[in-house]
């Protein structure tokens, strides 16, 4: 499902293989992601390019910050 807290690999172009988390959903096809490890900016990607994952983070709502991410 399509979520915030949901874990995405990218799977196309040139960050192909990194890692992120969903942090809002704008529209049925667009969702904004952030990495937890500040690798990856935030900024809004369309659904067919990420591979969504079974791992969700515990206690992010829509629209948390960066750093509500990191560990």
Known sequence: ??????VCFVN?????????VIVDMLDISRV???SPDG???RV??????LTLTKL???NILRGARTGTLRP
């Open 1 to 6: 499902f399509v979520e915030a807290g949901r």
């Open 12 to 20: 196309y172009g040139k960050d192909y293989g990194k890692l992120v």
């Open 32 to 34: 904004q992601v952030d």
């Open 39 to 41: 690798s990856f900016p």
């Open 44 to 49: 809004i990607y369309p659904l067919k390019r």
């Open 56 to 58: 969700k983070v515990k």
